[in-house]
């Protein structure tokens, strides 16, 4: 008796402890139940209007907080898009401008349907009727002046999905160095305005070459600029209680400029112009006015890049290499119209210059002579032609022995004739010594002038090549940096 009095305590003990865990098990079931009650959509009929009025009484209107059980939870974001044109880049103020449809989807938690008893697996609703989140690209700079749109799809597993036009005029760095060959890389950043990475994260949709391939098949716009890539990166945050930081999705979109209509009409005719003006060089200085026809010329291109200057970039971040290869076919011209007023100079008044010293008779009519080839034709020199003057005098002197004549008038009239001739024969000898000096100061100009044209064709050569290799250097470096 008394056994079973002692073993009555337990049983009661073991009895409570049973009824505490039926009672926790009750509990979850009853949770579990009230949970799929208010998660899942019962309709009453396959229909739309069964649909919404199931809507309407557990999700529609509830746009103030976040579609999740715990604010704790964060909702993730999957975004993609697509570049439907280019519009414009303006270099001057350093903005894209562009057209593209942003893809948005998340998920409502607790949504979902039977599409078998509801009659559809996703329905079209207002989207001032949900959550939507916010959603940016911080490199916008003006309005968006797309269309407006005013619906959204939902689907039965309670996915969202939300299709929205963006007309973007956003910031862009440019980089016009190597203009009209240049590739310039522009970013859209989107992340949430307000909500940081606790709240909202962002992921891809799509893979980045997926977004490429759609953007080139839909992309209607043929203009100065051509999409050659996209590329995307997510940077890594740390996801903390005080944490502040934004989850970022960044789309590198890489453009290149159609450089065609820019080599027709800006480097072929100015290659042409200064050709003209390097062959102006084999025109005679002494027979043709050179010095026109240079002047001509660069009248003729100073009028050309005033016409042609809409054409070139404003401004940025550098110089770009097409001013400095304008520049320097401007200067190019200039100095070859100095280079012929100097040696027009030098030939046309070389007859009112003073004989030409020795050492630059040395220097210039023997051995640059010999470089640049133009050694002067032999002729007569000095001597021969004092030579020739005392020839002339002694063969002009009267001989001792016509003293003799008998006719003394006739002597006298002899030796008047032969002073005359004399004289006459020293004027023509001063007169040659003129005409060698004035020969001299000829062929030195002509020795500058080949000099000068050599010159100037080796500085051209060197200043083009030296362009033209900046520009595929900072060409390949621009495309291996992408």
């Known amino acids: 008796m008394a056994a079973v009095l002692h073993s009555r305590p337990q049983v009661a003990g073991f009895s ?17 139940l009230l949970i799929k009650s208010v998660g899942t959509i019962n309709c009453s009929e396959p229909t739309t209007d069964a649909l919404l009025t199931a809507l309407r009484a557990s999700f529609l209107g509830k746009t103030e907080v976040r579609p999740v059980f715990n604010l704790r939870t964060p909702t993730n974001i999957s975004l993609s898009f ?20 942003v893809y948005l989807f998340w998920n ?19 989207r001032k009727k949900l959550w939507i989140p916010d959603i940016v690209i911080n490199e916008f700079m003006d309005e968006n002046k797309s269309p407006d749109t005013y619906y959204l799809y939902v689907y039965h597993n309670g996915q969202v999905m939300d299709d ?12 016009i160095y190597t203009f009209p060959f240049d ?12 909500h940081s990475g606790n709240d ?30 996209i590329l995307a990166e997510k940077p890594e ?27 027709v009409n800006l480097l072929i005719p100015s290659c042409f112009l200064i050709t003209v003006d390097l062959f102006s060089f084999l025109l005679p200085p002494q027979n043709v006015d050179r010095s026109a026809f240079k002047m001509t010329l660069i009248l003729g291109y100073t009028v050309f890049l005033l016409l042609m200057n809409d054409l070139l970039p404003v401004t940025g971040n550098n110089l770009p290499l097409i001013n400095a290869f304008f520049s320097l076919c401007l200067a190019l011209m200039v100095a070859s119209l100095l280079e012929t007023i100097i040696i027009t100079n030098i030939l046309c008044g070389s007859s009112c210059y003073p004989p030409l010293p020795e050492w630059v008779k040395v220097l210039f009519l023997n051995y640059l002579a010999r470089l640049v080839r133009l050694r002067k034709k032999p002729s007569e020199n000095c001597e021969d032609r004092k030579k020739e003057t005392n020839h002339c005098e002694q063969a002009c002197e009267i001989p001792q022995s016509e003293t003799n004549l008998k006719k003394s008038a006739s002597l ?20 040659f010594q003129t005409d060698q000096s004035e020969d001299e100061w000829v062929h030195f100009g002509q020795v500058i002038d080949r000099l000068l044209f050599g010159i100037y064709v080796l500085f051209l050569s060197v200043s083009f090549f030296t362009i033209v290799v900046f520009w595929v250097y900072w060409y390949n470096l621009s495309a291996s940096l992408l």
């Open 183 to 194: 590739i310039q890389n522009c970013t859209f950043t989107f992340n949430s305005y307000l």
């Open 82 to 101: 697509t570049l439907y044109g280019i519009i414009d880049v303006d270099e001057k103020a350093q903005v894209l401008d562009t057209f593209i449809w």
């Open 16 to 32: 409570a402890s049973f009824q505490q865990v039926q009672l926790i098990i009750y509990c979850l079931i009853i949770q579990s």
């Open 200 to 229: 909202v994260q962002m992921h891809f949709h799509e893979p980045v070459e997926e977004t490429l391939k759609t953007s080139l098949n839909v992309m209607k716009t043929k203009g100065e600029w051509e999409l050659v890539d």
């Open 237 to 263: 945050i740390l996801f903390q209680a005080s944490n502040n930081s934004w989850d970022t999705l960044i789309y590198y979109i890489v453009l290149r400029r159609r450089a065609t209509l820019y080599i």
């Open 108 to 126: 409502i938690e607790g949504l979902s349907w039977d599409p078998d008893k509801c009659g559809t697996d996703r329905i079209s609703l207002p």
């Open 412 to 431: 006298q009239e002899l030796r008047k004739i032969s002073q005359e001739l004399l004289y006459i024969r020293q004027q023509v000898a001063k007169h």
């Open 164 to 175: 929205i036009p963006f007309h973007v005029i956003s910031s862009c760095n440019l980089d």
